[in-house]
């Protein structure tokens, strides 16, 4: 070993290096870009495409599609059973609220028949008392004039020469009162007294029923009478209006020239 002298020569590398030197020429190769030569149609260099491996997961961590699965459908579910219930619910309150307008629409025809029934027994009670005070002036009104005329054929049959006149008054007046006196009877017979101290709650009920069926038996027979009286009255205006109308054609046909002279 001499400072002077050549140096030895480099060993010869090893199979090994050898084999590490291609595998770093190929890796340079692959990573690095192609450089661009002058060649004007040079080859281009095939891609590499990196394998991916899947993400590896721990034992320990591994997903449960079955328990995603899972709670999505209770997540459903549960949205479901919430707008179901919310639908009942709406669904029961417009019930509620139907309930309640026909209690109210019920309560209301209830208080109209009620007023209905009150005027009109208001009305007839008004009725009967115009009837029986009718009525009592009338019987007032007859006692008084009986007494009149009692008191003056007291007075007149003092009088001398006059038996014959008061006779025949008498006879006049029987005749003028017959009708009225026996609407006066018929009052009478048809006025009831109601004796209703002493009675219970059924006995007034049927009271009541009977006092109404006799009412609707009156205005049963007040409209058989009225409607008599309307065709009476017609046959009476046809009756006139036929005599008239002979009247007026006697008089036409009687005039005439007869034997030279009118008649």
């Known amino acids: 070993e001499g400072t002077g002298g050549p140096s030895s020569p480099p060993p010869p590398p090893t199979e090994e290096e050898e084999s590490a030197a291609v595998e770093e020429e190929e890796e340079e190769a692959v990573l690095l870009p192609p450089q661009h030569h002058s060649d004007p149609s040079p080859t281009p260099p095939r891609p590499v495409v990196p394998q991916l491996a899947p993400p590896k997961i721990p034992e320990g961590e591994r997903v449960d599609f079955d328990d995603i699965h899972r ?20 669904r029961r309150r417009e019930e509620n609220e139907l309930v309640a307008l026909m209690e109210r629409i019920e309560r209301r025809r209830a208080e109209r028949n009620e007023q209905l029934r009150s ?6 009670e008004r009725q009967a008392r115009l009837a029986e005070e009718k009525l009592r002036k ?5 006692k008084k004039r009986a007494e009149d005329d009692a008191k ?4 007149l049959s003092n009088m001398p020469h006059f038996g014959g ?4 008054a ?4 029987g005749k003028r009162q017959t009708g009225r006196e026996m609407k006066l009877r018929i009052l009478a017979e048809r006025k009831k007294p109601l004796n209703i101290e002493h009675m219970r709650e059924d006995e007034l009920r049927a009271k009541a029923k009977e006092l109404h ?12 009478l009225m409607e008599k009286l309307r065709r009476q009255k017609y046959e009476i205006n046809v009756l006139y209006n036929r005599i008239s109308h002979a009247q007026k054609f006697k008089k036409v046909v009687g005039k005439g020239r007869v034997g030279g002279r009118w008649k």
């Open 152 to 155: 003056k054929k007291k007075v």
């Open 170 to 173: 008498e006879q006049r007046r």
């Open 71 to 90: 709670k999505r459908m209770e997540k459903d579910l549960l949205e479901l059973q919430t707008l179901i219930d919310a639908h009942f619910e709406q």
């Open 119 to 124: 005027r009109t027994e208001k009305e007839r």
């Open 138 to 142: 009338e019987e007032e009104e007859a």
């Open 165 to 168: 006149y008061l006779a025949k």
């Open 213 to 224: 069926d006799w009412i609707q038996q009156l205005e049963s027979e007040k409209f058989d």
